[in-house]
């Protein structure tokens, strides 16, 4: 089985410095207990608040051999007015590797469109950050599988096959993820179909399942031969779910 990416999306938490640090600690801590590091790798989304000081702990802690950083957005542009924006030279100046693009909240509570998401995948590729680009239906009716080829070709529009196989694809249906109401996890079989769906038009060099992971679904998810990693929000800033879920990757 191959390698698997577990990918922690903290979103806008946790609320304190002092927290960051204690959920840090406490994965640093798991992780060694491990064993066998070749089983699992580990990207952390920390809001950009937080960046330099996750930085900072990566270096003094084992993090930095076991783990990377990603950021949760990026700006269209690199050397432009944009007030409120960080560019990707910026991130990458701090140690960031990663970037989640797209991601549904952005999209669906920002109004963020397609053309913009693309925008910003390029700007990732641009600055040498790899990004992490979410795709994903908002309801699943019958028009769902047109929804994301759609979404796909809108987002990975004008990209080269080289480029796209740099990107790592998050399926993660909107309905799904843990904090919108109703919200269930997709079964494997599921995500399965629509990930194919997706990869009809492109080839990512990673594919990832996001929305309602837990520890009492991870397995199920992550002993899929075609699903590379878990993309984890709500659960990742529960420290002891989080190093259960990883305890569970590195078994597969
Ligand atoms: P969730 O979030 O794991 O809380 O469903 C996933 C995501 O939004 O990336």
Not at 87 to 113: A, C, D, F, N, P
């Amino acid at each position: 089985m191959n390698k698997k990416l577990i990918v922690a999306n903290w979103k806008m938490l946790p609320e304190s410095l002092a927290e960051a640090e204690s959920i840090l600690e406490f994965t640093d801590s798991q992780l060694s207990t491990l064993g066998n590091q070749d089983k699992l790798s580990l990207v952390i989304c920390p809001p950009f608040i937080y960046l330099e000081d996750v930085a900072r702990i990566f270096k003094t802690s084992n993090l930095e051999n076991r783990a990377s950083i990603g950021a949760q957005d990026i700006a269209i542009e690199e050397k432009t007015a944009l007030t409120g924006e960080i560019s990707g030279s910026m991130l990458s100046k701090i140690g960031v590797q990663y970037v989640i693009i797209g991601h549904s909240e952005r999209r669906w509570k920002l109004g963020e469109s397609d053309e913009t998401v693309n925008q910003k995948l390029k700007s990732a590729l641009r600055s040498g950050l790899i990004p992490i680009v979410c795709i994903g239906e908002r309801v699943r009716d019958e028009n769902f599988s047109t929804f994301l080829r759609n979404q796909t070709s809108n987002t990975f529009k004008d990209l080269t096959p080289d480029e796209i196989g740099k990107c790592i694809l998050a399926y993660e249906p909107v309905w799904a993820i843990s904090t919108n109401p109703g919200a269930k996890p997709d079964t494997p079989q599921s995500a399965l179909e629509s990930i194919s769906i997706i990869k009809t038009s492109i080839s990512p060099q990673l594919v990832l399942y996001g929305g309602s992971i837990n520890p009492k679904n991870a397995q199920d998810f992550l002993c899929m031969e075609d699903i590379d990693g878990v993309l984890v929000g709500g659960a990742s800033v529960k420290k002891e779910e989080f190093a259960d879920i990883l305890k569970i990757a590195a078994k597969i």
